[in-house]
């Protein structure tokens, strides 16, 4: 089987490659990824070692550039990563997530029927749902609720998870979604909760927390996520949606605690800072469709995730110190140093 894996030189992406080129060898990969400030062509050094990986760079939204590599490839399975993911950057500047998500993942759903495939997937997020209330910790998204996203990026993945479900309906494209909580693990951009504590803790300076720190997220590690996709393109059914959670919600300040704890650094670095505009409040998701479908259960506690995180980090500096400069610290200071 041929793979085309957009955005696979951001956080998740990078990290499904690894994990099917040494679980499939028998497939071909080609990662399609235009590079933005959150896609880094050195997370895919190790790949390009393999016969069968082929990188190329390019935007999933250029329609004559992704039917020419369509026709070229005859890929038989897309799994769609590319996208605009930051919330806080789509609160400033909404504009690039309807390009690339919604815009984008037309293009992509385009060249499927265009040049037919066996199956086209999805990545996207709980955050479409909206958000929980703090103090009803019985309820969960299931696959059925309603979308009822609260941010211009949730808006923009919920308006693709739509347009997928339409050309399935419409032109019976063999698609699937999954919809996955919070992700963490090697690799991802430093701007995110998790590496953003990880690096400011382990150099000694502030850490920003919004609000209280009061918001829950539902935490999985970036391997889980990863076989619960290649479980999905293995058996799942087309045209339905799959719900990935981590069963693992904790308060952002938990999370932050338990960083600093584990670094061996004071509590006094936390600076509460001022509230995201609609922040949501509380992310969990039921996995029952997962488990009832394909036994799947995510196998990383929280403790062992962060303590692999943190370990990933201080041996990766010169990954992280390239980024943390220039255009990002300009980013950071907006967000953080003025608030
Ligand atoms: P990321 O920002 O780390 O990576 C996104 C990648 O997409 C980057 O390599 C970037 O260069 C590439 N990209 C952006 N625009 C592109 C375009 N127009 N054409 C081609 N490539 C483009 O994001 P991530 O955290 O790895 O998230 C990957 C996917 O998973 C996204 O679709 C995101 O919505 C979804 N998701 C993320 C999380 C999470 O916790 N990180 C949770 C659920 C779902």
């Known amino acids: ?72 490839e005859k890929f038989d399975i897309v799994v769609n990563f590319a996208a605009e993911s930051h919330v806080d950057r789509s609160i400033e500047n909404p504009g690039p997530f309807l390009t690339t ?22 990545i996207s997020t709980d955050e479409v749902y909206g958000d929980l209330p703090l103090d009803r910790p019985e309820l969960k998204f299931k696959e059925s609720d309603p979308l009822k996203p609260s941010s211009p990026y949730s808006a923009s993945k919920a308006s693709a998870d739509l347009l997928v479900l339409a050309y399935h309906r419409t032109y019976g494209l063999p698609v699937t979604i999954s919809r996955c909580s919070n992700n963490y693990g090697p690799y ?18 502030e850490l920003p927390v919004y609000g209280a720190g009061q918001n829950v997220r539902d935490w999985i590690y970036v391997t889980d996520h990863c ?51 609609g922040h949501d409040l509380r992310y969990a998701m039921d996995i029952s469709k997962m488990r ?36 990002y610290m300009e980013y950071y200071d907006r967000m953080y140093s003025k608030r």
């Open 1 to 72: 089987m041929k793979y085309l894996i957009t955005g696979g030189a951001g956080f998740i992406g990078t990290n499904f490659i690894y994990y099917m080129l040494e679980k499939h060898p028998e497939n071909e990969y080609v990662c399609l990824d235009k590079l933005t400030y959150a896609g880094n062509l050195a997370n895919l050094k190790k790949a390009m070692e393999y016969k069968n990986f082929r990188f190329v760079k390019g935007d999933i939204g250029d329609r004559e550039f992704v039917f020419s590599l369509f026709e070229q």
């Open 101 to 122: 998500n919604v815009l984008g993942t037309q293009v992509l759903l385009d060249a499927c029927r265009k040049y037919g495939i066996v199956r086209f997937h999805q």
């Open 188 to 205: 991802q951009f430093p701007e995110k909760l998790i590496p953003l504590m990880i690096i400011n803790a382990m150099n000694e300076k």
């Open 227 to 277: 076989e619960a996709i290649e479980l999905i393109l293995e058996k799942g059914r087309v045209g339905e949606v799959y719900n990935i959670g981590g069963n693992c919600e904790k308060r952002n300040i938990d999370v932050v605690k338990m960083i600093v704890q584990k670094l061996g650094k004071p509590e006094e670095l936390i600076r509460y800072v001022k509230d995201r505009p």
């Open 292 to 327: 009832e479908e394909f036994g799947w259960e995510p196998k990383v506690g929280f403790e062992e995730g962060i303590e692999k995180t943190i370990e990933w980090y201080r041996s990766n500096k010169e990954w992280w110190m390239e980024i943390i400069n220039g255009e």
